[in-house]
């Protein structure tokens, strides 16, 4: 876990564009398909998608290992709609209470496109962004207080170590006789006595980071930055794809005339 | 902001001067240091000892200008401080970046994930140009023996002495005039405690900066420094600093004295009571055993929604563990031996192999500990981690103990005679977290005896140790094994490996070590 906050390795293309363009292209693939359910502009924005994987340094296998929940969360979502949405259209399938209709297909089908279509983008974004970079970017281009933001990213690399932490409290308070075995409500008091132990080191170790952080003269006024944040024709490039996207999304929905902006209904 | 280099970029030397300084932390009645009176010239090299409780860690943060209102337990309240402590005639406060501290635990010394960025996160803080800093980060990183590392590699995949030097590493990139090493070598094992030691030598031979470190341990730093102070407990009769000179001297002069105080003197090892000679070398009878087992700290991965079994740090382990007697496992860092003694204490699931306790120890509730619900575990193997405050699960040192004997119904009648024997009576009332370290290692291992098991299982009871609680700890455990109780101990520490006897399993470097 600790390792995965961490993109050593990845040396693709997307990894070295500045994350601020990354994520306005993320943002704006996004803000278009948030807007319509329909079918057309979601496969055509998955389509070019998966066609950007290789230059996030992204593979079919390592997506399906980092975003499986999102996957069948829009699964599910797909499926769940064409039945239960109002029917329209031929009955395809009738069981009882659930009816499948040719409209509620369509539809159904546009919410599971769209929920890959919408996911994808995000787990793209993080596969090929390190956390330092984003800081960097953040605190340099977006001009966030740097305080804020650094001590953002150094609590970042507390949470791998919490997680560790909580797995050895858990085995510690076994060895005192708390059962984390048991009934429901004997987990729930486990539980509650465990996050305590983590809460109480996550605040022992934070405030000993923060001595740490405060003995580099860490808060002072005016800081450098040893890593300059810059933009580069790659985010020209990067920003301008996202614009094509969003644009060949909405463009080949309106033609096919299947947009379908959502607070309108039908 | 002084410059503390000069126009060539080396580094000028730092002053101290204490005139009845004092200090009380917020929430406390009685002040961390009280009337000190200390000179330190630029460029020496001061080992400071004493007592738990004479204020030393205290001294070491407000010279790095970083003690505030807010104390260790996350609490803000309004601290008291008395006479004038300054740095090169200034407050220390004023000076940030004059000096660089290092603190005990390795985990929070390291504050960003790549290596590079870390050295350079100091540098950065104090405004130094972005070309001369990567010029300081590499110099520095051979300074400290790590220039073989890339600058992106992870932080977290560095071993504790390494993290430690990598600490190093960021404070000389802030080139500061006084290095300030609070216990920087209480968490190693002895091969990480030498590196580190070594780093800093070399260190300070290039840059003549003064170096102030705290210690237990005397014969790591001794002749890497050239003056000794000893402190004692703030008092309103007594001075702070109770002895002061070169380390010979100080040495020769309070021998007896320093270890009395449980400072750990070269050359000596604590008295500890013997184990009765008839009972040392008969075999017992067996209680667990462990058979071709391969443990890992990982449970089974998922990935997606297929389930990977963990991959094993160690494989092949066989070992038993007898009545009335101990077992060191010994071996390099990261070997798993930890890990191992967990599995066998039925904490962790073995990944292969199996883990089996005789009918002896089982008593009715199965023959793998790790199926074992929580109370029956507690009364067969009880197990003593590392950090004793992973296993407070109260608010008061008494209810502590009475813990367990509740939750199994009986055994509460123990609880006061383990209260005298590892001196915990006049603490009942406290809070487990306030104790010192010495106390919370006494009361970690009393609560989990207060169950009366048949195997105790500790790792690195003696890290951190002050040669008193080392001594008392030894003889304790020397006196449960003559009334019957196995000991499973992981350990780097040799004399007291030696001081229990028994057996020893030598654990070999894991195959998957981190890089």
Same mark, same amino acid.
């Given at each position: 876990m600790r390792q995965e906050l961490t993109l050593h390795g990845n040396r693709a293309l997307l990894a070295r564009a500045n994350p601020l363009s990354k994520f306005a292209a993320v943002l704006l693939i996004t803000a278009v398909l948030a807007l319509s359910i329909d079918w057309v502009s979601a496969s055509v924005a998955l389509v070019f998608e998966l066609l950007l994987f290789p230059l996030a340094g992204l593979t079919l296998s390592l997506l399906w290992q980092r975003g499986w929940p999102l996957i069948i969360a829009a699964a599910v979502g797909g499926w769940s709609t064409s039945i239960l949405a109002p029917g329209s259209g031929k009955i395809l399938l009738d069981a009882g209470i659930w009816t499948m209709s040719e409209g509620s297909l369509q539809l159904g089908i546009g919410f599971l496109l769209r929920g890959f279509a919408i996911a994808l983008p995000a787990v793209l974004l993080m596969s090929c962004t390190d956390p330092t970079d984003l800081a960097d970017a953040l605190a340099q281009k977006a001009r966030l207080p740097h305080r804020f933001v650094l001590g953002t990213l150094a609590a970042m690399r507390l949470v791998g170590l919490m997680a560790e932490e909580w797995q050895i409290i858990g085995m510690a308070r076994r060895a005192r006789g708390v059962g984390s075995r048991g009934s429901l409500v004997q987990r729930v008091k486990a539980t509650l006595g465990q996050s305590f132990g983590l809460l109480v080191q996550a605040i022992r170790r934070a405030s000993r980071l923060a001595v740490t952080m405060e003995a580099r003269g860490f808060g002072g006024g005016k800081r450098t930055w040893a890593r300059e944040s810059t933009f580069s024709l790659l985010d020209l490039g990067v920003v301008s794809g996202g614009v094509l996207v969003a644009g060949l999304a909405l463009f080949a929905a309106v033609t096919a005339g299947t947009w379908n902006m959502v607070w309108l209904g039908s | 902001m002084a410059p503390s280099q000069d126009a060539a970029g080396t580094v000028r030397p730092a002053a101290v001067t204490a005139r009845g300084w004092g200090w009380r932390h917020a929430g406390r009645a009685t002040p961390a240091v009280h009337a000190l009176d200390l000179d330190i010239s630029p460029g020496e090299r001061v080992l400071l000892l004493g007592p738990s409780g004479a204020g030393k860690s205290t001294l070491l943060h407000a010279l790095a200008g970083v003690l505030g209102d807010i104390n260790d337990d996350g609490e803000a309240g309004d601290a008291d401080e008395s006479g004038s402590l300054l740095v090169d005639g200034a407050l220390p406060r004023a000076r940030r970046g004059r000096a660089g501290l290092m603190q005990q635990d390795p985990e929070t010394?390291?504050? %960003? !994930?790549r290596v590079g960025d870390d050295v350079a996160f100091g540098a950065e803080n104090l405004a130094v140009p972005r070309d001369a800093i990567w010029a300081r980060v590499h110099e520095a990183l051979a300074d400290v023996g790590?220039?073989?590392?890339?600058?992106?590699?992870?932080?977290?995949? %560095? !071993?504790g002495g390494q993290k430690q030097r990598l600490a190093l590493a960021g404070i000389l990139a802030m080139r500061p005039g006084l290095i300030l090493l609070d216990e920087?070598?209480?968490?190693?094992d002895p091969d990480g405690v030498l590196e580190v030691r070594d780093a800093v030598g070399r260190c300070l031979d290039k840059t003549g900066a003064t170096l102030v470190v705290v210690e237990h341990r005397v014969s790591v730093w001794k002749d890497l420094v050239d003056r000794i102070v000893v402190l004692q407990p703030g008092s309103a009769a007594d001075p702070a600093v109770l002895l002061d000179g070169p380390p010979d001297r100080v040495l020769s002069e309070a021998r007896t004295m320093l270890a009395a105080a449980g400072v750990w003197v070269p050359g000596y090892v604590p008295e500890t009571r013997k184990r009765s000679a008839g009972q040392a070398s008969g075999a017992g009878n067996l209680l667990l055993a462990a058979e071709q087992l391969g443990v890992s700290r990982e449970r089974g991965r998922r990935k997606g929604l297929r389930k990977v079994p963990a991959v094993p740090v160690q494989e092949g382990l066989t070992a038993q563990v007898r009545a009335g007697q101990a077992l060191a496992i010994t071996g390099p860092?990261?070997?798993g031996k930890s890990t191992f003694a967990l599995t066998l204490a039925g904490l962790l699931e073995p990944v292969s192999g199996k883990v089996s306790a005789s009918l002896d120890l089982s008593r009715g509730a199965g023959i793998d500990p790790y199926r074992w619900k929580a109370e029956q575990l507690i009364s067969r193997v009880g197990t003593v981690f590392q950090e004793p405050e992973h296993q407070f699960v109260t608010g008061k040192v008494l209810d502590e103990l009475l813990f367990g004997p509740r939750h199994l119904g009986h055994g509460e009648d123990r609880v006061d005679e383990l209260l005298e024997r590892l001196r915990l009576t006049q603490l009942v009332n406290a809070n487990p977290y306030t104790l010192s370290g010495g106390e919370k290692r006494r009361l970690s291992v009393a609560t989990v005896l207060a169950a009366s098991p048949q195997v105790l299982v500790l790792d690195e009871p003696t890290f951190g140790q002050d040669a008193n609680t080392w001594a008392e700890l030894a003889s304790f455990l020397s006196e449960l094994l003559d009334a019957g109780t196995a000991v499973v101990s992981v350990t780097h520490d040799a004399e007291f490996t030696e001081a229990l006897g028994g057996a020893e399993l030598r654990m070999a470097a894991a195959e998957t070590v981190a890089p």
């Open positions: - | 010394q390291v504050v %960003l !994930s790590l220039s073989h590392l890339p600058l992106d590699h992870p932080t977290s995949a %560095l !071993s920087p070598t209480a968490n190693l860092n990261g070997a």
